[in-house]
């Protein structure tokens, strides 16, 4: 596995560990029992053969349902550090490895069993100790998996929560689209994407993750919307959404911050200023552009009010747009593209 594979890769490929040790134990229990023998009056050695081709099928089975669960559940120091970020939010890391270790280790126990009760068979001088021994692996068999259920409850949440997260590709140029909640920051993504953006649940808050894609020349540059993450002071904050927006650190190489200068929204332009303070705190080694909504309802004074206060508090400009009425949309697709040639001439030199 190498950071080049895309999230959704790593985790599709995982194996889901079980609810309950009782359907990995049933599922083996059901391959012994399709071996069936063609006659009870064959000879001892036929019936030692056919018990332990019921171990081996039973144990095939188990062993690799075991090691798929523990190899295929993604290894966090091979994960880019976004997602690294966002797994020690939603999984206590300690806990899982600790119960893939126990998962990968109990495929040799069984293994080992196996190999003894097999031997046994082998060694057997009459029909009931045959039978004895093949009871006693699927005893012993039972008794550690049923020692893992709490293991296995532990992975599948992780895992589970895994396949919830966002399926972002932290490798290419990202523009991540800020500001107060109903500015229009999905409406301005898409605006601006060619593709209908996919929207996917995340589990830091109630809301979606929006993700478009634009082309600048030949390079693809992801957009992203944080509808509950970078809509408010982080004052406001509890501790997984500080921690979700520190992990946004590892994918934003431009911020589009949005202002509604008509205060529509329901939020003052007072508030929306101290979003993009504390925005900007968190974010200081990544270049912004301002860029105020619904200028297509938006007065006279609503534009002199946000332009007076970008250039006053924050010495810059605002680009003004609607994203509904596609209004100056080439200004701000122009800046992105600026941007990802000043990025690209940058790892050049």
Request: one cysteine or more.
């Amino acid at each position: 596995m190498t950071l080049r594979k895309s999230f959704s890769t790593v985790t599709h490929r995982m194996v889901i560990a079980p609810s309950s040790y009782e359907e990995i134990f049933e599922a083996a229990v059901r391959k012994s029992q399709k071996i069936a023998a063609t006659s009870l009056y064959r000879n001892l050695g036929y019936h030692k053969k056919v018990e332990i081709r019921r171990i081996e099928s039973a144990n095939r089975y188990v062993v690799k349902r075991l090691k798929d669960i523990a190899l295929t559940t993604p290894f966090l120091k091979e994960l880019h550090p976004f997602y690294k970020e966002l797994l020690s939010v939603l999984i206590d890391i300690d806990s899982l490895k600790k119960s893939v270790s126990r998962i990968y280790r109990a495929s040799s126990i069984v293994n080992k069993i196996s190999r003894e009760c097999i031997r046994k068979v082998r060694q057997s001088k009459d029909h009931n100790s045959i039978i004895k021994h093949r009871r006693s692996y699927f005893g012993r068999l039972k008794s550690i998996l049923k020692k893992l259920d709490k293991d296995f409850k532990v992975v599948r949440k992780a895992q589970l929560d895994m396949l919830k997260l966002p399926d972002v590709r932290p490798e290419i140029f990202t523009v991540v689209v800020a500001g107060p909640p109903n500015v229009g920051k999905s409406s301005l993504i898409r605006a601006i994407t060619k593709a209908k953006p996919e929207v996917r649940e995340y589990p830091f808050t109630t809301k979606s993750l929006t993700v478009g894609h634009i082309k600048v020349n030949s390079t693809i540059v992801q957009v992203l919307d944080t509808p509950g993450l970078l809509d408010r002071p982080l004052s406001e904050r509890n501790k997984i959404e500080l921690q979700a927006i520190l992990a946004l650190k590892h994918l934003a190489d431009l911020i589009i911050f949005m202002f509604d200068p008509t205060e529509t929204c329901g939020f003052p332009l007072s508030y929306q200023k101290n979003v993009l303070s504390e925005v900007l705190n968190s974010f200081r080694n990544v270049p912004f552009i301002y860029v105020a909504n619904k200028v297509d309802v938006a007065s006279k004074n609503h534009i002199q009010r946000i332009q007076e206060i970008i250039s006053r508090d924050f010495s810059s400009n605002i680009v003004l747009i609607s994203a509904k009425e596609r209004i100056n949309l080439e200004e701000v697709l122009k800046l992105i593209e600026k941007h990802v040639k000043e990025k690209e001439q940058h790892q050049s030199s």
